[in-house]
């Protein structure tokens, strides 16, 4: 029996009509849908392409426990497991992705675990970067800038190194981190150049100066952008 073929469809940021036509074709033809989903909650990417799926069609939600930290390894095999089996029956399966399967998304620990035994396509979703920029109307790099994005995650100092060497920055994951990122941007004197945005594309959208949020306020789907003139750019220390 041939093998069935496995889809990472980007479903992009949240706005359904963000969703490429690609994306959308795959979605509606595919006998298998996969998606990461909470333990005790809804998944996020299957409510971006709920209004296109048909009646029928098997759908798998891959359980992912929300906690700080990269999930176990064993979750991760888990799921491969689970999208194998499906294959190996010769059912194709769309994994949806929210953003861009290979920008920080889960589906690359999936990938990894895949690719060489299976038929792998990747289908390019709208990123949460290029989201939140086109939703505060933030120009990101021209010309010779170079674009640094940065995990709010890593420790103060790497933070503070990594932003004191960058001229466009975008630092994403906030949520919990958010008062870490304000004391460095304090100290760089760039607190008044970063723009927040949280639920880029979607009716919960909120853009505002980042010195006017509150550090309990960010869910961990928002982001920092911050761009300064190249003259002004610091060696880290």
């Given at each position: 029996?041939?093998?069935?073929?496995?889809?990472?469809?980007?479903?992009?940021?949240?706005?359904?009509?963000?969703?490429?036509?690609?994306?959308?074709?795959?979605?509606?033809?595919?006998?298998?849908?996969?998606?990461?989903?909470?333990?005790?909650?809804?998944?996020?990417?299957?409510?971006?392409?709920?209004?296109?799926?048909?009646?029928?069609?098997?759908?798998?939600?891959?359980?992912?426990?929300?906690?700080p930290g990269?999930?176990?390894?064993?979750?991760?095999?888990?799921?491969?497991?689970?999208?194998?089996?499906?294959l190996d029956?010769?059912?194709?399966?769309?994994?949806?992705?929210?953003?861009?399967?290979?920008?920080?998304?889960?589906?690359?620990?999936?990938?990894?675990?895949?690719?060489?035994?299976?038929?792998?396509?990747?289908?390019?979703?709208?990123?949460?970067?290029?989201?939140?920029?086109?939703?505060?109307?933030?120009?990101?790099?021209?010309?010779?800038?170079?674009?640094?994005?940065?995990?709010?995650?890593?420790?103060?100092?790497?933070?503070?190194?990594?932003?004191?060497?960058?001229?466009?920055?975008?630092?994403?994951?906030?949520?919990?981190?958010?008062?870490?990122?304000?004391?460095?941007?304090d100290r760089?004197?760039?607190?008044?150049?970063?723009?927040?945005?949280?639920?880029?594309?979607?009716?919960?959208?909120?853009?505002?100066?980042?010195?006017?949020?509150?550090?309990?306020?960010?869910?961990?789907?928002?982001?920092?952008?911050?761009?300064?003139?190249?003259?002004?750019?610091?060696?880290?220390?």
């Open positions: 029996m041939e093998r069935g073929r496995l889809y990472g469809l980007g479903a992009g940021p949240g706005d359904p009509e963000l969703l490429t036509l690609k994306a959308l074709r795959l979605l509606q033809e595919v006998p298998v849908i996969a998606y990461p989903s909470p333990e005790h909650a809804d998944s996020f990417a299957r409510s971006i392409v709920a209004q296109w799926l048909k009646r029928g069609q098997r759908e798998i939600a891959l359980r992912f426990p929300m906690r990269p999930p176990p390894v064993e979750i991760y095999d888990r799921a491969a497991t689970a999208l194998a089996a499906e029956r010769g059912r194709d399966v769309a994994l949806l992705c929210q953003g861009d399967p290979l920008f920080y998304g889960s589906f690359i620990n999936l990938f990894t675990r895949l690719a060489g035994r299976y038929h792998i396509e990747i289908v390019p979703g709208v990123t949460s970067l290029t989201a939140c920029a086109a939703a505060a109307a933030a120009p990101l790099v021209m010309r010779d800038d170079v674009l640094s994005v940065i995990p709010a995650t890593l420790d103060e100092a790497q933070l503070y190194g990594r932003i004191a060497a960058a001229n466009s920055i975008a630092v994403i994951k906030l949520g919990r981190h958010i008062a870490k990122l304000r004391r460095v941007l760089l004197g760039l607190i008044d150049a970063a723009v927040y945005v949280e639920h880029a594309t979607l009716p919960t959208q909120r853009i505002a100066p980042l010195a006017a949020v509150e550090p309990e306020e960010a869910p961990y789907f928002s982001m920092a952008l911050i761009r300064r003139a190249p003259d002004l750019v610091t060696a880290g220390r």
